[in-house]
């Protein structure tokens, strides 16, 4: 825990020294050549909207988004802390609190590494080569409540996957923790699915061994406790179009319910398309081709100037063509920009 | 950190603790098993980007990473992980942020991470000798009875 506060205090501190006046639009403005989508300030906006009791708290807004399309934890915490409004202005007390939860992703990888048998050393060294990395830095500062969604996965893994890899089965407290824990993932991030899905595929494998009857109405009980209600406020209060949902899951937004969407489209693809398109993501993961060309022709004309000459620079994500050099500079721009838009799978180095 | 994936075939032919030991193993089968399906669920082909993946399978295979690292060689795993955090500093810190590098900086802000940098390495490097020290006394983790 002192390990992730101090991470915190560095990550804030960074932040903080770019700018001489911080705002709010600091984090989505000042990593790339290119400023991101201000998603990470939304959670703030939720919160205001609400403590202030705006007529913006329901409804579309300019954009056609509604708060009720991206869930609500962090807007609580937010509102939790309020009272520091008081006290600090509302930007700053938002971007300490934002950073702090996700940092809490290093006390729940330290948890989990623990709770499986890690050894203490090897615990070390990861929680601090994570801690280290410019992954988590930037997506601590650039607060989006993705780390946060992280930590409340790693804790619903650890008792989990404790009871699966010892073959007992976890009782109703275990299956209370995880499930509450995968609850408020989900009420992170909706990203958390990704990771809680195929955890519920790997403990299908034992699921028999694993779940007695009660602990898994008990888990399914905390689920709709904690989540329904959120649910509800999507469908009664704050009416939306599931539109995050369309996006990822049909590939665009559409008038039609999501569920008739996703029909639609599935129906309209062939499998071998749908194949390709599956192959396309797994590469993805791993190599973005016009990046790496880029990353190599800035590298080579910052290493060999005879070879700026030969090369043809283009715009790409989080990058301005006519900003882009043969110099360092570039060559980091780029970098980040690896981590940040591209490759998971090389995200984290 | 990429690094440890063709290391990973070391600890597969590795029989004595610590090789790849279940728990290791449920963590590189949630990651693998994250990507396909977040490969099977996002519709379009080519939207699997950072921004749209679960941050807890890409935190996993970090800590997966640098545990397959360390199980190699701890001094291995150190030199890694020092210049993965020189090259995170180098490319977040030192050659960013871009368009406002110029501008004037909070220097108090600046003082202050600097003195939170020192605060870590010094923090890590007692915890790591307080480990030393206690293993030595106490020649294994308990938890490595398991095994």
């Known amino acids: 825990m002192a390990l992730a506060a101090l991470f915190g205090f560095l990550y804030l501190s960074l932040l903080l020294s770019y700018v001489p006046k911080y705002s709010i639009d600091v984090p989505a403005e000042v990593y790339f050549e290119f400023p991101r989508a201000h998603d990470q300030k939304i959670p703030l906006m939720f919160a205001e909207a609400i403590h202030d009791r705006l007529p913006s708290r329901v409804g579309r807004d300019s954009w056609g988004w509604h708060f009720s399309d991206r869930p609500p934890l962090q807007a609580g915490f937010v509102l939790l802390f309020s009272p520091l409004w008081t006290l600090l202005a509302r930007p700053i007390a938002y971007q300490a609190i934002a950073t702090a939860l996700q940092t809490s992703c290093l006390i729940a990888g330290w948890m989990l590494l623990r709770t499986l048998g890690f050894r203490y050393r090897e615990t070390l060294l990861a929680v601090v080569a994570a801690g280290a990395s410019g992954f988590l830095y930037y997506n601590s500062v650039y607060a989006w409540p993705k780390l946060l969604a992280a930590t409340f996965v790693l804790v619903a893994v650890a008792p989990l996957a404790k009871a699966f890899l010892d073959g007992t089965r976890p009782g109703p407290p275990a299956a209370a923790i995880s499930a509450a824990a995968a609850a408020l993932a989900m009420l992170a991030h909706g990203g958390a699915i990704y990771s809680l899905v195929p955890l519920a595929i790997l403990l299908c494998l034992r699921i028999a061994r694993l779940f007695s009857l009660r602990a898994f109405a008990i888990g399914a009980a905390t689920i709709v406790a904690l989540y329904g209600p959120w649910i509800a406020y999507g469908r009664y209060v704050d009416p939306n179009t599931d539109r995050m949902l369309k996006e990822h899951l049909t590939g665009y937004d559409s008038p039609e319910p999501f569920g008739p969407a996703l029909l639609r489209v599935y129906r309209e693809t062939t499998a071998g398309d749908w194949a390709l398109e599956r192959v396309h993501n797994v590469r993805k993961q791993f190599r973005d081709p016009d990046h790496d060309r880029l990353i190599i022709q800035v590298a080579r004309g910052v290493h060999d100037a005879r070879l700026q000459a030969l090369t043809q620079l283009e715009s790409s994500t989080g990058i301005k063509a006519e900003r882009l050099r043969f110099d360092l500079v570039s060559l980091g721009a780029l970098l980040r920009t690896d981590q940040r838009e591209i490759c998971s799978g090389r995200s984290a180095c | ?147």
């Open chain 2, 1 to 147: 950190m990429n690094l440890a994936w063709p290391l990973l075939i070391l600890l597969l032919l590795r029989r004595r603790f610590p090789g790849l030991d279940p728990p290791l193993v449920f963590l590189l089968a949630l990651s693998v098993l994250t990507s396909v399906w977040w490969s099977i669920a996002e519709f379009v082909g080519g939207t699997t980007v950072i921004a749209h993946s679960s941050f807890a399978m890409v935190l996993i295979a970090f800590l997966s990473a640098a545990i397959i690292l360390a199980r190699v060689s701890d001094r291995l795993a150190m030199i890694v992980v020092a210049a993965n955090a020189a090259l995170g500093g180098v490319s977040w810190v030192v050659l960013g942020p871009g368009p406002y590098w110029s501008e004037p900086r909070n220097n108090l802000a600046a003082v202050a991470a600097v003195a939170g940098a020192a605060a870590i390495v010094a923090f890590t490097c007692a915890l790591f000798r307080a480990e030393t020290r206690i293993g030595a006394g106490r020649r294994t983790d308990p938890l490595e009875n398991r095994a």
